[in-house]
């Protein structure tokens, strides 16, 4: 069966609206009757994704590809790139700037988590061009 | 899809003329418009009460037991206030004089349920302790939410506190003590009527939270009582009825007022379904580490906002607050002396946990043919006006894409394409 795509525009300009492409894919995926697990594993692959691209790269966009036995989602941005993945990947290591640590962001987590809920996560970064991130939640 | 639950929300057809007022409001989508009228689609309706309020021809009904209905096979009537009652009457002074006065409505015995709620504050405090229970806890007192949680977020179900609403345990221990006090009775002659703020606990009482069954044997809204009280109630006197309640009990009428009792400041106390449904997204993503207790109330203020209540929910929390004065903090305690400092009693624990998720948002069992749904409303969605105006019965347009893929309408229902045909229809004609 064809994937059934969803396309989300992450706006980069502040938090406000940071978090609603992963409440309205988590809709869309109880709608398919997903488990339980699957929805929630891909709900915080994308919180997470989302908020990675508000702090670091003036948002991007999302687009969900649903299949009966898997969820792909893919993360795109222009933004500034990771120059260093393995330390990105460190649990606790973070970039982001005092201002984005006092708003509560910036645990460092990012990354570790969507690595963590999701099946695989593959990702593809040039330092000033910009970040692909590719997940896969197995159901 | 049933779960035969039964509803405490009704819709009054005579008066209601189908304004939509309702349909955005309702926080789970559970109303339409069909034929003129709003339907509830009941396996998606929580008893929140919002529409209840919200509803300007008083359409909308939250069903309760009169206090006429009570059976006069019963010999001992015990009224379990909710604190919430406290707020309603501007003549108030005393605590105690609501209650004398309330005795007059054919009680024989009032039984706080804000006696009830320091008990069961302290049944929190202790089941907290406990190693390894899934964190943040989230309250159980407020039946919307936790019907909420069941429908919505099934990954959250172990989170809910597995301890008994303060109005159960008050029912359950009042009628064990009048067993006790009066060993001419049996428990067939004892009944206790709940006087509700809000219909979600009217249907407490009927469906129980989950697998718990309900003591309660009627459920008044705090309205009616208000209407036989007002004006009439009490003034103090010496030898009076007493409040055997504390500022703890009495403060879980309003937001933050259980979650405070449970003395560790790492809480989220959150009122109104629509702040509760993003609180609740957000603990579903872990986004709150630290977080230790959640209370989640429907109504706007808490039980304060009740759909059932009388007052504005401002001006009852700042009367509760001024009963304060004199009050201790708590009156009302635990009798578990050599028990470990995490010890629940049993008979505060919920009779069985809640685990039972239903599935309600599901298009199709089949998850193909939810997929082959979902298409085909994307491609539904993307034709129609998205300025969700409601005239079709449907509270979005997408919600009314949805309805014509389940063939519950038809693309003819929305007004603002029929137009937009009817227009071309005349500028083809006037070119011909």
Not at chain 2, 119 to 133: A, D, F, H, L, V
Not at chain 2, 369 to 392: F, T, V, W, Y
Request: aromatic share 6%.
């Amino acid at each position: 069966m064809a994937a059934l795509n969803f396309h989300f525009d992450i706006d980069g300009e502040d938090f406000s609206s940071a978090g609603e492409a992963s409440v309205e894919m988590k809709k869309k995926l109880r709608q398919l009757g997903f488990p339980s697990d699957v929805i929630r594993r891909c709900s915080i692959a994308m919180y997470e994704g989302e908020i990675n691209m508000v702090i670091h790269a003036n948002g991007g966009n999302a687009d969900v590809d649903v299949y009966p036995d898997k969820i792909v989602i893919v993360l795109e941005d222009h933004g500034p790139g990771i120059p260093n993945v393995e330390l990105a990947m460190q649990e606790g290591y973070s970039t982001a700037t005092e201002q984005i640590h006092n708003m509560g962001f910036g645990a460092g987590m990012g990354l570790p988590n969507m690595k963590r809920y999701t099946e695989s996560l593959e990702i593809e970064t040039q330092v000033g061009v910009g970040t692909k991130l590719t997940m896969v939640v197995a159901v | 899809m049933t779960d035969n639950f039964l509803h405490s929300v009704s819709l009054d057809a005579e008066r209601c003329i189908g304004c939509t007022s309702c349909l955005r409001q309702c926080p789970t989508e559970a109303i339409r418009i069909r034929d003129g009228h709003a339907v509830i689609r009941t396996i998606f309706c929580i008893d929140c009460g919002r529409c209840v309020r919200v509803c300007p021809h008083r359409a909308k009904r939250a069903i309760f037991d009169k206090l006429s209905d009570i059976d006069p096979k019963y010999k001992f009537r015990i009224a379990l206030p909710a604190p919430a009652l406290y707020g309603q009457f501007d003549e108030l002074t005393d605590i105690g004089c609501l209650l004398e006065s309330m005795m007059e409505l054919g009680f024989d015995e009032v039984y706080e349920v804000a006696r009830a709620a320091e008990i069961i504050s302290e049944c929190t405090r202790r089941y907290m302790r406990k190693p390894g229970i899934p964190r943040p806890v989230i309250s159980s007192a407020c039946p919307a939410i936790v019907r909420l949680i069941r429908l919505r977020f099934p990954e959250l179900c172990d989170n809910v506190l597995p301890i008994l609403p303060p109005v159960e345990y008050a029912s359950r221990i009042a009628k064990a003590r009048v067993l006790k006090n009066h060993p001419e009775l049996t428990k067939d002659d004892i009944c206790t009527v709940f006087i509700s703020p809000c219909p979600a606990k009217s249907s407490y009482a009927k469906n129980g939270l989950s697998q718990t069954r309900s003591s309660i044997d009627y459920v008044v809204s705090i309205a009616e009582v208000y209407m036989k009280l007002s004006g009439k109630v009490k003034k103090p006197h010496p030898g009076m009825l007493r409040s055997r309640a504390g500022i703890a009990g009495v403060k879980w009428a309003s937001s933050g007022g259980e979650a405070e009792g449970l003395f560790d400041d790492r809480y989220l106390a959150a009122d109104d379904m629509d702040n509760a449904i993003q609180v609740l997204d957000a603990i579903e993503n872990k986004r709150f580490p630290h977080l230790e207790f959640v209370e989640l109330n429907a109504c706007p203020g808490g039980c304060v906002g009740g759909a059932a209540t009388v007052e504005n929910p401002y001006i009852a929390k700042a009367r509760l607050l001024s009963f304060r004065h004199g009050l201790p903090h708590n009156r009302n305690y635990l009798d578990v002396k050599d028990q470990g400092p995490d010890y629940v009693p049993p008979d505060a624990v919920l009779d069985a946990p809640i685990n039972d998720y239903i599935p309600t948002y599901s298009l199709s069992e089949d998850r193909f043919e939810a997929m082959r749904m979902m298409m085909e409303i994307d491609e539904l969605h993307a034709k129609l006006p998205r300025i969700d105006c409601g005239s079709c019965g449907a509270p979005t347009c997408r919600a009314f894409a949805e309805d014509v893929v389940k063939g519950e309408a038809t693309m003819e229902d929305c007004v603002v394409l029929l137009r937009r045909r009817l227009h071309e229809k005349q500028e083809g004609g006037a070119k011909e």
